[in-house]
T-cell receptor
Framework: GQQVMQIPQYQHVQEGEDFTTYCNSS?????IQWYKQRPGGHPVFLIQ?????EVKKQKRLTFQFGEAKKNSSLHITATQTTDVGTYFC?????????FGKGITLSVRP | DADVTQTPRNRITKTGKRIMLECSQT?????MYWYRQDPGLGLRLIYY???????NKGEISDGYSVSRQAQAKFSLSLESAIPNQTALYFC???????????FGPGTRLTVL
């Protein structure tokens, strides 16, 4: 079945550093979504990417969908303490949405 | 008011007890989902429903059952709770396209 992988599960950065994480699917996706879960909160939709090679930006966050539509990246420029949380990617394929295990980001002030 | 609500928010119960977690939504979405979240395991799909008469098993449905009482309500039952069902449970909804999912605040369940 469809698998979506996010490695590593944890990353620690110094405030102000850049951060990049990746998401890889075992199958070609129709779209990929990113969600953020703040500590103690619930996952909240951030963005959806549909087209091959698509790049979208939200302030300091940049999301990219791979050319083969099997992987995606999230890049945060100059991390801030408000960026802490767990970031999930979710791949949509075969009418099914599959979540990765997520990466938990901590930011040292 | 929140679009997706879950009750209770926290529950402590004993092994063997029957538990029901409830989810209500005001988004008008047809699709509803139940997930559990465990540390290091991410979000795992338990059951999902595409409309009132549709129920589908997810990847970890054993030990759980669901009921879709109305478009707006989707409840999850643990017939006989066991300690390894201790987890954070989320309900989610999506529209007919089934893309973006909207999560409720979660129910933290502890089975002693």
């Amino acid at each position: 079945g469809q698998q979506v992988m996010q490695i590593p599960q944890y990353q620690h950065v110094q405030e102000g550093e850049d951060f990049t994480t990746y998401c890889n699917s075992s199958t070609t996706l129709s779209n990929i979504q990113w969600y953020k879960q703040r500590p103690g909160g619930h996952p909240v939709f951030l963005i959806q990417l549909v087209k091959s090679g698509e790049v979208k930006k939200q302030k300091r966050l940049t999301f990219q969908f791979g050319e083969a539509k099997k992987n995606s990246s999230l890049h945060i420029t100059a991390t801030q303490t408000t960026d802490v949380g767990t970031y999930f990617c979710a791949g949509h394929g075969n009418s099914k949405l599959t979540f990765g295990k997520g990466i938990t980001l901590s930011v040292r002030p | 008011d929140a679009d997706v609500t879950q009750t209770p928010r926290n529950r402590i119960t004993k092994t063997g007890k029957r538990i029901m977690l409830e989810c209500s939504q005001t988004k008008g979405h047809d699709r509803m989902y139940w997930y559990r979240q465990d540390p290091g395991l991410g979000l795992r799909l338990i059951y999902y429903s595409f409309d009132v008469k549709d129920i589908n098993k997810g990847e970890i449905s054993d030990g759980y059952s669901v009921s879709r009482q109305a478009q707006a309500k989707f409840s999850l039952s643990l017939e006989s709770a066991i300690p390894n069902q201790t987890a954070l449970y989320f309900c989610a909804t999506s529209d007919l396209r089934g893309t973006t999912q909207y999560f409720g605040p979660g129910t933290r369940l502890t089975v002693l």
